[in-house]
T-cell receptor
């Protein structure tokens, strides 16, 4: 069964509004979660590493003030897309590891399809 | 900079044949490489991991090879089935000891009955 739950699965919002996406680890604690973005027919692009109890680490080119990440508990990380614009429309996916070992697999949520009109 | 390349063209094969997908990388010396499957509108699902000191790894109908000299991994699906149709992604560890994974663009496999 799923080990990472993501909500909502789809969201449509108006340009200029903010959208929050939740990522929960089910039955395990995730001190680190990873947020990816995927445009149609393209690969997953890592946006940021979410660390429980501390600031997220953003990849080069990702605006931290636009994509706010909060990892306030060991089972929940949230990504807020602030002042969304149509170019932010994409598929956002979170992931986490069951094990602390760096080479262990990533478990992904089923993604959130964001459409900004 | 680190670069991962997968064949962006879709691979179409007949049911029962072996599918072979390629993942090449440059400016990397990864300690391991992973393969994932992604279905449309879903998150990727882990398939196999192979370490730098392993030449080959098998799991049921799947086989992965890892050639650190060629900087290449091959992913094979034997006796392919229409249900194997999906996009397959290779992933390597990102820079720094952070546990992040960097993905290739994926190759879409279509198995025809």
């Amino acid at each position: 069964g799923a080990v990472v739950s993501q909500h909502p699965s789809r969201v449509i919002c108006k340009s200029g509004t903010s959208v929050k996406i939740e990522c929960r680890s089910l039955d395990f604690q995730a001190t680190t979660m990873f947020w990816y973005r995927q445009f149609p027919k393209q690969s997953l692009m890592l946006m940021a590493t979410s660390n429980e109890g501390s600031k997220a680490t953003y990849e080069q080119g990702v605006e931290k003030d636009k994509f706010l990440i909060n990892h306030a508990s060991l089972t929940l990380s949230t990504l807020t897309v602030t002042s969304a614009h149509p170019e932010d429309s994409s598929f956002y996916i979170c992931s986490a590891r069951l094990s602390g070992s760096y080479n262990s697999p990533l478990h992904f949520g089923n993604g959130t399809r964001l459409t900004v009109t | 900079s680190q670069k991962i390349e997968q064949n962006s063209e879709a691979l179409n094969i007949q049911e029962g044949k072996t599918a072979t997908l390629t993942c090449n990388y440059t400016n990397y010396s990864p300690a391991y490489l992973q393969w994932y499957r992604q279905d449309p509108g879903r998150g990727p699902v882990f398939l196999l991991l192979i370490r730098e000191n392993e030449k080959e790894k098998r799991k049921e109908r799947l086989k992965v090879t890892f050639d650190t000299t060629l900087k290449q991994s091959l992913f094979h699906i034997t006796a392919s089935q229409p249900a194997d149709s999906a996009t397959y992604l290779c992933a390597l560890p990102g820079s720094g000891n952070t546990g992040k994974l960097i993905f290739g663009q994926g190759t879409t496999l279509q198995v025809k009955p």
